[in-house]
């Protein structure tokens, strides 16, 4: 519609107005000629006569007539409009051209039908492009619904396929556990599921021969005793603290714990004793003073003995002293002649360096056979200390792994002066 309107204003020239007003006239000419021609003229000397009085009535004497100079104008303006880049096969360039047209009151019609025009074809694009739209979402939607069917079928097929294949799997699997020697070991059953079995099944498979590997092992871990650091059997502990060893003989909850705990403060009597050196026991003891006690032995110590005074405070820091109160506490000690005189026998710093060596090398033989026995009732984690450690016992003493051999009768000036040195130590 656009383009007839857009023709017809290009065909509305001046030259196209003058010859429409010259066809007007012959027109006109050949009317009146008809009409003569009962009056005695040709109807052809007619016509030629008022066609040339016709056409000389069309040609303005003083220039172009209105209308060829309306039309001259509108010419102009679709010119003008042109020649700047208008397309005017779009709504916009007839708008345009409206507007341009517009300004001139006399095209104001012209002006109103190009506008009317650009809305119809705004109108129409519009239209056409929704149109386009919903077919393009149809075919969209067409092709989706396609592609869903399609993928809906091809799960099918693999859900089939699947099924097929894990029926098959199944079939196999029975077939071959059957077919397995009914002494079959582990490892051919669990080939089998590996091959043939689902990934359930092989991780049931799996997680139920480490469960039988598990409950074997225990049971022959219950089978064989539990062993300590030494490789001495242990026994086991009720639920009510109760001791029982790998024959059967109950120990008494209350009993075991004592005996536990004098078990521990043994060793750790053993590592104090590790401790001290023979440097700090030739400072610390033969002194008439302990310098640790009272202010004024303090400050004497720290002023003209300070050797002495630093070995005594480190010695007393060990503890040694401490642990023998504690293992005298204890029943299970207690009642160890043995372990008694050694807890009662320590000497104090006014004893001579070689008795307290003396006393050191007897304690941890006597501790040493206090954690034998021990140990081999109850299995206790043990750790021994070498003995004869400053040779005041003559020749080296069995090891500490040995069978514990009968106490030795401590020498009565040993007894002696080690007594003597505790009575010392007790009046401070």
Excluded at 28 to 43: D, E, I, K, T, V
Excluded at 270 to 285: M, P, V, Y
Aim: hydrophobic content about 35%; aromatic content about 8%.
């Amino acid at each position: 519609m656009a383009e007839n309107i857009v023709q017809s204003l290009f065909g509305f020239t001046p030259q196209a107005v003058q010859e429409q007003m010259y066809q007007t006239g012959e027109d006109r000419a050949m009317q009146l000629a008809r009409l003569s021609a009962g009056r005695g003229g040709s109807p052809g000397s007619v016509f030629y006569g008022l066609k040339s009085a016709e056409r000389a009535a069309a040609t303005p004497l003083f220039g172009p007539s209105p209308q060829v100079q309306r039309a001259g104008n509108l010419q102009s303006i679709i010119q003008g409009v042109q020649a700047s880049g208008v397309d005017l096969s779009q709504p916009e360039g007839l708008i345009e051209l409206a507007n341009a047209v517009g300004q001139n009151p006399e095209f104001g019609g012209i002006a109103t039908s190009l506008r009317q025009e650009a809305a119809r074809m705004t109108q129409s694009q519009t239209k056409f492009a929704y149109d386009i739209a919903a077919k393009g979402a149809e075919i969209t939607e067409r092709g989706a619904r396609t592609a869903e069917s399609e993928a809906r079928i091809a799960e099918s097929k693999a859900k089939t396929a699947k099924l097929e294949f894990a029926n098959t799997q199944e079939e196999n699997l029975r077939a071959e556990l059957s077919n397995l020697p009914a002494n079959a070991s582990e490892e051919q059953i669990l080939a089998v599921y590996r091959r043939y079995g689902s990934a359930d099944q092989q991780s049931r498979a799996i997680q139920a021969s480490l469960d039988r590997r598990a409950r074997l092992a225990e049971q022959n871990r219950m089978l064989q005793p539990e062993l300590n650091n030494n490789g001495v059997p242990q026994g086991r502990v009720d639920a009510k603290g109760n001791f029982f060893d790998n024959s059967g003989r109950k120990v008494a909850s209350k009993e075991f714990v004592d005996a536990e705990q004098s078990h521990n403060t043994a060793l750790d009597l053993l590592l104090s004793l590790r401790q001290l050196t023979e440097k700090d026991i030739n400072n610390a003891f033969g002194s008439f003073i302990d310098y640790t006690q009272s202010d004024p032995a303090k400050f004497v110590g720290s002023r003209f003995s300070p050797e002495t005074q630093k070995a005594q405070y480190q010695i007393n820091n060990i503890g040694v002293k401490t642990i023998l109160e504690n293992l005298q506490k204890l029943k299970g000690a207690s009642t160890d002649k043995e372990m008694q005189k050694v807890a009662s026998t320590f000497p104090g710093y006014q004893a001579r360096p070689e008795v307290m060596k003396q006393w050191i090398d007897e304690a941890i033989q006597v501790t040493n056979n206090f954690l034998r026995r021990s140990e081999k009732r109850y299995g206790f984690d043990t750790t021994y200390e070498a003995e004869n450690r400053f040779g005041t016992k003559g020749p080296k003493q069995p090891s500490a792994a040995e069978v514990p051999s009968a106490p030795t009768t401590p020498k009565p000036a040993a007894q002696t002066e080690s007594a003597q040195g505790w009575k010392i130590l007790n009046v401070r």
